[in-house]
């Protein structure tokens, strides 16, 4: 049932979240590049999506380190999944890579708040 909750609230949380963040370049309130944000907000969308997964397991066990461990393990993917993408930014020789970059990060942490906070409401 908890993961239930998680995919029913927070994956549709995390889509609009990234669909305003979108907007705000698509209306030019950040000058980046429309392109360069489309791309990186679906890897984080991708990324967060792909989390879904192991923090099942986590919530399955009973055990009381069984949600810790899957806690852990899923911010170190998604935070080494972030790192390759920024890393594929840098081998592709993006333009704007440091706007891009800071762009990417800034929204990685704030979904990565939202998830930390909405996974630890869900499981106390």
Do not use: C, W
């Not at 990324?47 to 997964?53: A, C, D, Q, T």
């Not at 099942?56 to 935070?79: A, H, N, P, R, Y």
């Not at 999944?81 to 942490?109: D, K, N, W």
């Amino acid at each position: 049932m908890k993961i239930k909750s998680y995919t029913t609230r927070f994956v549709p949380l995390v889509v609009l979240l990234l669909v305003v963040h979108i907007l705000l370049v698509y209306l030019n309130v950040f000058p980046f590049n429309f392109r360069l944000t489309l791309i990186s907000d679906f890897a984080l969308l991708f990324i967060f999506s792909l989390g879904v997964p192991i923090v099942s397991v986590g919530l399955k066990k009973k055990e009381e380190g069984g949600f810790v461990g899957s806690f852990l393990i899923l911010t170190t993917v998604q935070m080494l999944s972030a790192l390759s993408v920024l890393g594929a930014f840098v081998y592709t020789q993006v333009p704007q890579f440091r706007e891009i970059s800071l762009q990417l990060i800034s929204v990685f942490i704030i979904l990565l708040i939202v998830q930390s906070i909405f996974l630890i409401k869900l499981v106390k």
